[in-house]
């Protein structure tokens, strides 16, 4: 009678691992594209070569800048996210810093 009523929650459990297992996925391929201690243009250069839309975000009033890329990826059962990382770089040298791979933002069934 449930699974009639609510179809979506017998697929919920699913989805979920499904995203438990994105983003260890994702952050283990965002390492191979960025490293600790790399120039930020050769970052940038290899987020866009792997299909990342990338912009700087200046928030900070001592002149750095992050670097934030994103991109949407559908995955099996209909499902669409958006995975996001922010790399860190600060000036004078400009090398990254600092990885952050947020959690993607997932939409669909």
Known sequence: MIAKACPGLLL????ASCAASSQSDFAAEIRTHVRTGMPLEQASASLLA???ECGENSLANDGSADLVCSREKSHRLLASCIQRVIVSAPPPARLVRAIEVLQPACAGL
């Open 12 to 15: 919920a459990p699913l989805l």
């Open 50 to 52: 792997a299909g990342f």
